[in-house]
């Protein structure tokens, strides 16, 4: 094999415009001498290497692949255009940076499948790296292609790509995966997959059939091989405080998007919003113990040396007893000169108590999801507070000493009205006077930024389909005509971006091709306005005989057959109908933590793994 | 307690911007458990200061950063930082300095550089050329403005070795100065200038050159007397 390293580190380092992100030896990175190992797993985050580097389910693969010394797991990332132009010329493949290995050498690759917009830059990548972009058409020789993440709840759109998927919590079966393909080595990639069907979480696309109705209509995907079982059942972690959590956090030269060490405090979420998809694909809310919490803190500074420590979660002022937590951690975090962060904070559980709290936590601003901008919209999504909570916790808040608070809304949420939206206007005017009733100088900073609503697969939403462009248009410029108000800042998404995001999140394995082409038209980076070409995933979409719009705002029956219907997110579907039902009737549902509602999941843990989850099936 | 510390800056490092830089002793600081004293104020940042930024790109085998410590240090806590800085940043000497010395930055007057330079059988002419010029303007851009001036002043000295690199000894700090660039630029040679290396920093103390560790030593240590050995080249 050439030396790869070295002509990368003479000949192409010296030209990029920022050499740090590819360097690969930063500290706690692991390297190891791939001859001495006996798997070599690539981890795949299609993006640039600040937005890869920030993302926690990465950092944890990463770490508890690298537990193993026979293995190595090594990073992979989006190269900058510099990069990928010099790599195209002169044809030097996509490598890691631990070793400057080519992605095609290693065993297995991993992509993580954050959002829909990154599918073509997982093509563009897997092109860079000369790898067979369709899983069919992949060689003994080439690695197997496993992707992982939210996006793979909705596998279809993109199942022609990946040899296999993980549903769930990957840290829960990757090592048992890597260890199935280490005993198998020797097997043909068919063997192998069918060896892997086993273990919970896999799914194996190329093992399915789309079934039709008499009329021709999508039924379902069907096993088409005796092992694949009718259903994938998603991975669970079902003790959180005695997973493994990796404390030796790799240590970025140059600062990346979230640049802190990431305290995971929880996860999942029981508010039950309706048009989240993290909230119900991550259930049950599972915590971590505030001991095991703080030792994991002190841990993680002494290892990376970092100033900062955020608390992670869904939703952290969930976390039960979020007051005693950040008083402990501020107290042992401040004797290192290390701030705490609580950037998922959300207005839903902000109190004075917490505000108090705070004092010792640095005032990087906060984050409200109010969502919607009147009590009836708001009972539509289920996001359980009022109006006078807000407006308390705002108060709460800037009495405590913040003047920099973010809102965040959607737009084009199920039954909006104008009146809705005008509702936001009145909230935001209620959060300045409170701003002035508080005593406040000068102006606060208020953002205001109103996303527009994807509606995603395994979500009571799922059946909705979006809101035309043009009326997305129209609502966002009704809002930015009324928040020209001092002080506030108002911030909206690309209307278009929001529309491939629906077209893609709902779509079924006809979206394959779609994406293929759109790579192949030169589509990479979808989330970055610079790179973004609605035109040609127009022109994608078209050619393959679909449309775009139609795709994005179709409207599910809730009898249809859906295309992740195989895929078992642990929710019932009678869950979701139900919540669906309610949401047409204003029907709000209450947080599970009171109460279990039977959404299905207790049927993916073992019995004394339950905790609150004590229903099997809805009442 | 106040000290300086010399550090050489080797291989894959050297992409390391001014801010990756601080941002990088600051966390094996940390890693270390060496306590720093920190400003006051709303954001408080720990008392650390670098004599001069090293361009993206370049080694150096004499670089300077000044810090403040909660503690004392003894060759044990530079032992234990050591440990934890990455490969490629080396400490080489280190000194306590009195509370009220001046910042590094505001004293350091002139750099040492040698630099690769491809082989050119005209080039020894052109430097020739240079050294002999009562004057050598260059045109410099910054955001707001282009403007001429005259480097000469600020070359002390520039010579090309037989081994094929090209030593200089150039101004820099507060009252004017040149860089390496710029040298190179007008002896014509191809400014991706491979393996660029700051051999030494140097500070101003009367009429001499010292090294900013011989200035603390009071031993009057003489590096070079600039305008006896370099002017006349
Ligand atoms: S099983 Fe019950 S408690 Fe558990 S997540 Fe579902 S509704 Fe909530």
Redesign the interface.
Known sequence: MKNYKEIFWQEILPRLEKPTRYLGNEVNAQIKNHEQCTMRIALVFPDLYEIGMSHLGLKILYHLLNERPQWVAERVFMPGADLEKIMREENFPLCSLETVTPLAAFDLVGVTLQYELSYTTVLQMLDLAGIPLLAADRSESDPLVVGGGPGAFNPEPIAGFFDFFVIGDAEEVLPEIVQVLEEHKNLSRQERLLRLVALPGVYVPSLYEAQQTAAGTFLKLAPAHPSAPARVRRAVVADLDEAYYPTDFVVPYGSIVHDRLVLEIFRGCSRGCRFCQAGMIYRPVRERKKETLRQMAQKMVRSTGYEEVALSSLSSGDYSAIGELIQDLSADLAGEGVFLSLPSLRLDSFSQDLARQSQQVRKSGLTFAPEAGTQRLRDVINKNITEAELISAVRDAFAAGWTNIKLYFMLGLPAETDDDLLGIVHLVQQVLNTYKQAGGKGRPQITVSASVFVPKAHTPFQWFGQIPEAEIRRRQDLLRRHLRLPGVHFQWHGAEMSLLEAAIARGGRELVPVILRAAKLGCKLDSWDEHFRFDLWQQAFTENGLDLAACAQRQYALTDPLPWDHIDAGVSKRFLQREYERALKGETTKDCREGCLGCGIALLLDKENRGVCINENLD | MRIWIEFALRE?LR???H??LM??W??????A?L??V?SQGFN?H?RMAFASALPV?ATSLGEYVDIQFAINITDKEMAALQA?L??GLEILQWRVVPKKAPALMSIVKAAEWSVKVPDDQELPERVQKLLQSASLPIVRRTKRKVSTIDIKPYLYRLELKPSGRLEMLLAMGGTGGTKPREVLELLQIPA?G?DLVRQKLLLAAGPYLQSPMAVLLKEKEVFFNAKADYYQL
Request: net charge positive.
């Open positions: 894959s992409f390391l911007s801010l990756d941002r990088t600051q966390r094996a600081l940390r890693r458990s306590p720093l920190y408080p720990p790109g934890e990455p490969a991706a491979s």
